[in-house]
């Protein structure tokens, strides 16, 4: 028995992704300067932008700009993904994002 749990505790996958809720994340933006989470909200409008996809997603009234190389989700679509929080400046002001990790 106490093999199995050592062994359970060696093998089991140590690199999951912390969820984050986009309010936590916008409160609190130093603390998941870039840091992989995963959240999960409503798409709203999306854009091409260079190679990629720009789009809005929302957790009740919060709305964060999702930057993703491969998808560009339908309006209102939920979905679920991995990335990377980032503050960048517009107009002089901070703006959280979030780029999305490719699979």
Known sequence: ?????????????????RGASLNSILREPARFEGRTVAVRGEALESFDVGQGYAFNLRQGRDTVVVFSPTRRPEMHQHIE???????G???????????????
């Open 81 to 87: 993904l991995v990335g990377t929080v980032s503050t």
């Open 1 to 17: 028995m106490a093999i199995a749990l050592l062994a359970a505790l060696v093998f089991f996958p140590k690199h999951r992704e």
């Open 89 to 103: 400046y517009l107009d002089g002001a901070p703006r959280v994002a979030i780029f999305e990790t490719s699979k």
